[in-house]
């Protein structure tokens, strides 16, 4: 009886970690696993079966590749820009200037408007007859037309102004939580050492930053590869987006096999992003290890 015991007891079973972890995972797999398996139906299957027709069509359509460049494109120039906006604006909270408490309350003020409102916002001053505009023939300067539909560079100008002034704050609420985890000691120990300003931000900040800048890349990548409502707001379909083409699909077009088609696009790019912003943010030390 006792050996029988023992034997039971060293039978392999299921770790109970796997029974903590099971309800997450089913709650992951229903959440993103069903609607990501219905898009791929959606996108490859007609009412004769399995078809590439829709996918052919979607790259077929003259607006695909121009709105899959302007989205990469406002990516890498836009996330740059604000990264570099939410760290500066973060060294400056850091330092308790005057008014310091009111500064980041202003800065997050764009967080409660909604996408579209924004655009809205911008439409009004970059439109022919805008505030801008109106400015600049106050000082005798005749305002350029931002949003006509023949300049590619000026519609991308104004909604990377935007997109600026409303998604740059997500980024900084986060860079700003995480500069609070910083002890002061480490920055006062490199000035001790004679280390410049910028030593200290490349060899001390940024390092220890390197869990929130992590997460606030891979959020606000994908939140700009979602971009739409305040382009659709500026300049309608003269600058086409991957989601606005997404939503003209379902909506105008009616089409929901290609507008998944479209999506699934837009997943497969956002999670090709994300593996490569995790492999290149690993801490130093963990890749020493693995290798």
Same mark, same amino acid.
């Given at each position: ?38 898009? #791929? ?22 607006? %695909? ?25 973060? *060294?400056?909270? @850091? ?40 400015? #600049? ?70 390092? *220890? ?9 891979? *959020?606000?990548?994908?939140?700009? %590869? ?7 707001? #500026? ?46 943010? @690993? ?9």
């Amino acid at each position: 009886m006792a050996t029988e015991a023992v034997t039971r007891a060293r039978r392999p079973g299921v770790p109970p970690v796997v029974w903590l972890i099971a309800p997450s995972v089913l709650f992951m797999a229903a959440l993103l696993g069903w609607p990501v398996c219905a898009g #791929l139906v959606e996108a490859v299957k007609s009412d004769d079966g399995f078809t590439m027709s829709y996918l052919e069509r979607m790259v077929a359509d003259p607006l %695909f590749w121009p709105a899959v460049r302007n989205t990469l494109l406002l990516i890498v120039v836009l996330i740059p820009l604000q990264f570099a906006l939410a760290i500066g604006m973060s *060294l400056l909270l @850091r330092a308790k200037p005057r008014f310091s408490g009111l500064y980041f309350y202003l800065w997050a003020v764009p967080l409660a408007v909604s996408d579209l409102a924004a655009g809205l916002v911008w439409l009004s001053i970059f439109t022919d007859r805008g505030y801008l505009n109106s400015v #600049l023939s106050h000082i005798g300067i005749e305002g350029p037309s931002w949003l006509a539909y023949d300049n590619q560079t000026s519609m991308f100008f104004t909604v990377v102004v935007a997109e600026l002034w409303r998604a740059t704050s997500l980024v900084l609420v986060i860079v700003v939580a995480g500069m609070q985890g910083i002890p002061k000691d480490y920055d006062e120990a490199a000035q001790v050492f004679g280390a410049t300003f910028w030593q200290r931000l490349r060899h001390v900040t940024l390092p *220890l930053l390197r869990p929130s800048l992590q997460v606030a890349l891979i *959020l606000r990548t994908i939140l700009a %590869f979602q971009a739409f409502a305040v382009a659709q707001a #500026l300049t309608g379909r003269d600058f086409p987006l991957l989601v606005g083409e997404t939503y003209n699909w379902y909506t105008a077009l009616r089409n929901p096999h290609v507008a998944s088609a479209l999506a699934l696009v837009v997943l497969l790019i956002s999670l090709v992003t994300a593996i490569i912003y995790l492999r290149a943010l @690993r801490d130093p030390a963990e890749k020493r290890g693995k290798a």
